[in-house]
T-cell receptor, first 114, second 110 residues
Framework: EAQVTQNPRYLITVTGKKLTVTCSQN?????MSWYRQDPGLGLRQIYY???????DKGDVPEGYKVSRKEKRNFPLILESPSPNQTSLYFCASSLSYRGPEKLFFGSGTQLSVL | QQQVKQSPQSLIVQKGGISIINCAYENTAFDYFPWYQQFPGKGPALLIAIRPDVSEKKEGRFTISFNKSAKQFSLHIMDSQPGDSATYFCAASNGNKLVFGAGTILRVKS
């Protein structure tokens, strides 16, 4: 089954404790991206990757890191999480050479930073 | 600063009625305008999309109307059904980034 898999689904952590949210897709997609969803703000792009070893900042990259060492994986790293990073996070991927067209989204990771 | 402004925030429609959600954008470099549908506990899913070289696109009960000069586009859901109750997001892309509106919570009353 074609899918984007995020783990974990739920995560509660404390301020300053490094964490990684994993994202993997099995569709051989070039484009991958991370979004955070907050009430009243919609989805905001954190980082995106057009292909392996090619990453770039979205609209809200502060406090986040990503890497794209393999085509299928695109982990999101929070080196020192803060309460304002409490949010619902989505990973997405797309086959399109034009980037974020026909995005397939994962099921989301609900992160709470205490 | 919201690059894509979406309205209304919420919408209640009777079964069989027409649901209309509007979006406006400023950046003329945007060249791809999708709509995503999200059910509770799920990730968004692509519903329908349009490019600025056409003024309307229809897929089943869902239609996008696009007004390039006004920099506005809208989603029309004909014969709305309770199963259409979800959050709808408009978005706009310039090839690298995809910018979303704030979302509209649609409830279709049976």
């Amino acid at each position: 089954e074609a899918q984007v898999t995020q783990n974990p689904r739920y995560l509660i952590t404390v301020t300053g404790k490094k964490l990684t949210v994993t994202c993997s897709q099995n569709m051989n997609h070039e484009y991958m991206s991370w979004y955070r969803q907050d009430p009243g703000l919609g989805l905001r792009q954190i980082y995106y990757s057009m292909n392996v070893e090619v990453t770039d900042k979205g609209d809200v990259p502060e406090g986040y890191k990503v890497s794209r060492k393999e085509k299928r994986n695109f982990p999101l790293i929070l080196e020192s999480p803060s309460p304002n990073q409490t949010s619902l996070y989505f990973c997405a991927s797309s086959l399109s050479y034009r980037g974020p067209e026909k995005l397939f989204f994962g099921s989301g990771t609900q992160l709470s930073v205490l | 600063q919201q690059q894509v402004k979406q309205s209304p925030q919420s919408l209640i429609v009777q079964k069989g009625g027409i649901s209309i959600i509007n979006c406006a954008y400023e950046n003329t470099a945007f060249d791809y305008f999708p709509w995503y549908q999200q059910f509770p506990g799920k990730g968004p899913a692509l519903l329908i999309a349009i490019r600025p070289d056409v003024s309307e696109k229809k897929e089943g009960r869902f239609t996008i109307s696009f007004n390039k000069s006004a920099k506005q586009f809208s989603l029309h859901i004909m014969d709305s059904q309770p199963g259409d109750s979800a959050t709808y997001f408009c978005a706009a892309s310039n090839g690298n980034k995809l910018v979303f509106g704030a979302g509209t919570i649609l409830r279709v009353k049976s």
